[in-house]
C-alpha cells in the first residue's frame, strides 16, 4: 500500500512539475539588464515621420490621420540610430477603434520612386488593432509589402520550412484566454524577441505566438525598427516606454 502511494505521489509530483513548467514557458521572461530607452518622453529625436502626422502629446509617441491630414498610403515613424537583428524589444501602445497600427521590425526602408511617401517600410509587423476578437487582434505577426499576409497568428506556433510553406506545430493561447488578456481602450504591453530566425511576441506577459521563419527568400534576419499609422479612415495610435537591447 505504501509503494502504492508513493508512486501515486510521484506521479501527481511529476506532473505539477510538468505543468508549472509549461506555464512559465508562456510567461514573458523578465527584463534584461541594460536595456536601452530609445523615447525618452520629450522630443522625436532619433526618429524620422511625416512631421503632420507624428508628433510627442503627454509624453507619448502620438501619430494621428485626420480628414484634413491623411496619410498617403501607410505611412511610418522610424527609429533611425539603431537596427533590429536578434533583439529584445518592449514598449507600451493604445489605439483608436478605428483603422490598425504596427510595430515594424527586421524591416527595409523603402526610398525608390514607386512608393507614396517617404517613410515607407516593408518587413515584420506586429499587428496592433484595439479589439480582444480573434483572428483580427493585436499580436499577429504581418509581412507588410510581402505575399505570405498574417504569417503567424495569434495562439498559433509556426514554422515557415525551407520549402517556403508553412506548418502549424503547436497552440499557444485560445480565444478566450486572449478575450480576458487583452485591454480594450487601454494600454497593452509588449514584448518581442527574436533571435536568428525565431520570433516570439508577448502581451501583457504572456506568450502569444512563437514564429520560425526558415523561407529560403522572405525570411528577415536584420533591419530597421518602426511604427505605423494605416491611411484610409482616421486614426490614431500611441506608444511609451520604448526600450530595446541587442542579444546574442
Not at 11 to 36: H, I, N, Y
Not at 72 to 78: A, E, M, P, S, V
Not at 200 to 205: A, E, K, T, V
Not at 237 to 248: H, L, M, P, T
Amino acid at each position: 500500500m505504501q509503494r502504492l502511494f508513493n508512486f501515486a505521489l510521484c506521479l501527481s509530483l511529476s506532473f505539477t512539475s510538468a505543468v508549472s513548467a509549461d506555464d512559465a514557458s508562456k510567461q514573458a521572461p523578465a527584463e534584461t539588464e541594460g536595456m536601452r530607452r530609445i523615447f525618452k518622453g520629450k522630443d522625436l529625436s532619433g526618429w524620422d515621420g511625416d512631421p503632420r502626422l507624428w508628433s510627442v502629446k503627454d509624453g507619448v509617441i502620438h501619430g494621428e490621420t485626420t480628414e484634413e491630414n491623411r496619410a498617403n498610403g501607410n505611412t511610418f515613424l522610424i527609429w533611425k540610430d539603431g537596427k533590429t537583428s536578434d533583439f529584445e524589444l518592449r514598449l507600451s501602445f493604445r489605439v483608436s477603434s478605428e483603422n490598425n497600427s504596427g510595430i515594424q521590425y527586421r524591416s527595409t526602408h523603402i526610398t525608390d520612386d514607386k512608393v507614396r511617401n517617404k517613410w515607407v517600410v516593408r518587413g515584420y509587423q506586429h499587428e496592433i488593432r484595439n479589439s480582444n476578437k480573434l483572428p483580427s487582434v493585436a499580436g499577429f505577426i504581418y509581412e507588410e509589402g510581402g505575399k505570405r499576409g498574417r504569417m503567424c497568428l495569434v495562439g498559433q506556433q509556426a514554422v515557415w520550412g525551407a520549402d517556403g510553406k508553412q506548418q502549424i506545430v503547436g497552440s499557444l493561447i485560445t480565444d478566450e484566454e486572449f478575450a480576458s488578456l487583452f485591454k480594450v481602450d487601454a494600454w497593452n504591453d509588449v514584448v518581442i524577441i527574436a533571435k536568428g530566425h525565431n520570433i516570439r511576441h508577448y502581451l501583457n506577459g504572456r506568450l502569444i505566438l512563437d514564429c520560425t521563419d526558415n523561407h529560403p527568400e522572405a525570411a528577415r534576419l536584420d533591419g530597421v525598427l518602426a511604427l505605423q499609422l494605416h491611411a484610409g479612415v482616421p486614426m490614431w495610435a500611441e506608444f511609451k516606454d520604448i526600450r530595446i537591447k541587442d542579444v546574442k
